[in-house]
């Protein structure tokens, strides 16, 4: 059974910094991608950013460009997303997912993914 468990949501004040992380366990062979959504109270799951997990090649939605970095570690089968000047409107719980088709919706839709983790809460004070 496939699971994805993501970690290291909180609290922090604006301009701070964290660094969600997210396992997978339960598949043997690689993900066509991994992506971080995100969904805030009375909202739509927006997409945040995505990377393949071959090459590596990596997604920002244009709200967290600069600020946001996904990463990925293969051989721990885990993803990261490291969030560097937060704001009060990255105020949100985070979704970790992820796809094995490499047709069909592009990467950033939230659609495209196969499996989700639980989410983790982050929240930025002023």
């Known amino acids: 059974q496939v699971q994805l468990v993501e970690s290291g949501g909180g609290l922090v004040q604006a301009g701070e910094s964290l660094r969600l992380s997210c396992a997978v366990s339960?598949?043997?062979?690689?993900?066509?991608?991994m992506g971080w959504f995100r969904q805030a109270p009375g909202k739509e799951r927006d997409f945040v950013a995505a990377?393949?997990?071959?090459?590596?090649?990596?997604y920002y939605a244009d709200s967290v460009k600069g600020r946001f970095t996904i990463s990925r570690d293969n051989a721990k089968n885990t993803v990261y997303l490291q969030m560097n000047s937060l704001k009060r409107e990255d105020a949100a719980v985070y979704y970790c997912?992820?796809?094995?088709?490499?047709?069909?919706?592009?990467?950033?839709?939230?659609?495209?993914?196969?499996?989700w983790g639980q989410g983790t809460q982050v929240t930025v004070s002023s």
């Open positions: 339960g598949r043997t062979f690689s993900w066509y991608g």
């Open positions: 997912a992820a796809r094995t088709r490499i047709q069909g919706s592009p990467i950033t839709r939230a659609g495209g993914f196969d499996y």
């Open positions: 990377i393949t997990w071959t090459l590596g090649s990596t």
